[in-house]
């Protein structure tokens, strides 16, 4: 009879440990299964968060900073001056643009040492002037040599201005591929990186053409003009004889009339504007 008990008991023993260790296995597993869960859903929280917001910036120790897709261009750092925006989507080879400050240089000499990299024929680099990126108020030198027509796809852009010191430089190379759909999405990812700079540290008085501005009279022998206003920030107004003010914008050697896109050649010697209007040159004084 005791041996019959002592087996009853060391059943009931054995059946107890088996129940325990089920449900030890049991709670294990649902730990397990929530964790699991918890950590799908962090890295799912971790995924969702990084597709969501694929704009990445970078600053520059120059005081500018851009904002780019990092789904279509990737950033790296060329020296302490410079650094590289790389398409990185469909295209018919590299496109890109880099961006470097040069220091005690000034832009249309820069842009003379770039473009000689390019040709040596400087008459096929287009020359251009206009508000430089990022600004309202300050001027910009652009040259440009086309995709050639022998086939050629490559294309090259620089944008260069005075800026605190020196010289800020954009320069792109572009690979054209003939597929409109495709350049487009190459020059918009481009164009997006330069429309989005912004100057940190402040942008300084440009020095270039600092005496630019100002009043000008017509002389004695002038009847067809009162006079020529050149603001600080490129803006201007011409007034005839008669009253009539025409806007203008004036860059180093042009005057363009804002409302009909005319331009007039001009040149400052001193207190003197000399402005050529149809074969003739009209002078006033400041």
């Known amino acids: 009879m005791k041996k019959a008990v002592r087996s009853i ?21 649902a730990a397990k299964t929530e964790t699991t869960k918890a950590t799908k859903a962090t890295e799912s929280e971790e995924f969702q968060t990084a597709t969501d917001n694929d704009d990445m910036e970078f600053i520059s120790s120059d005081g500018w900073r851009v904002v780019y897709n990092a789904k279509d261009i990737e950033s790296m750092e060329v020296d302490d001056h410079a650094a590289q925006f790389v398409y990185v989507g469909e295209s018919a080879g590299t496109n890109m643009v880099e961006i470097r400050y040069i220091k005690d240089k000034q832009p249309e000499e820069v842009l003379y040492d770039l473009t000689s ?9 287009k020359r251009s002037e206009g508000i430089f990126p990022g600004t309202d108020d300050k001027w910009g030198y652009w040259r440009e040599l086309p995709a050639s027509k022998d086939g050629s796809r490559l294309g090259q852009t620089a944008i ?20 409109d759909e495709t350049d487009m999405a190459v020059s918009d990812a481009i164009s997006g990186v330069i429309d989005s700079i912004e100057y940190m540290d402040g942008f300084k008085d440009q020095t270039m053409y600092s005496y630019f501005p100002g009043t000008y009279k017509a002389d004695k022998d002038n009847k067809a003009y009162k006079s020529v206003v050149l ?26 009339d804002t409302d009909n896109n005319k331009d007039y050649e001009y040149t400052i010697e001193g207190e ?10 009209v002078s006033f004084t400041k």
């Open 272 to 281: 003197s504007l000399m402005m050529k209007v149809g074969n003739d040159w």
């Open 231 to 256: 603001k600080k920030d490129h803006t201007g107004v011409i007034t005839d004889a008669k009253g009539k003010k025409t806007n203008i914008m004036w860059g180093s050697i042009e005057l363009t």
């Open 9 to 29: 008991i060391a059943v009931l023993i054995a059946l107890t440990m088996m129940l325990a260790f089920a449900a030890c296995n049991k709670a294990n597993d």
């Open 160 to 179: 260069a201005g005075e800026y605190n010191g020196g010289v800020l430089l954009f320069t792109v190379t572009s690979h054209m591929s003939g597929d």
């Open 117 to 125: 990299t390019w040709t040596n024929d400087q008459e096929a680099v």
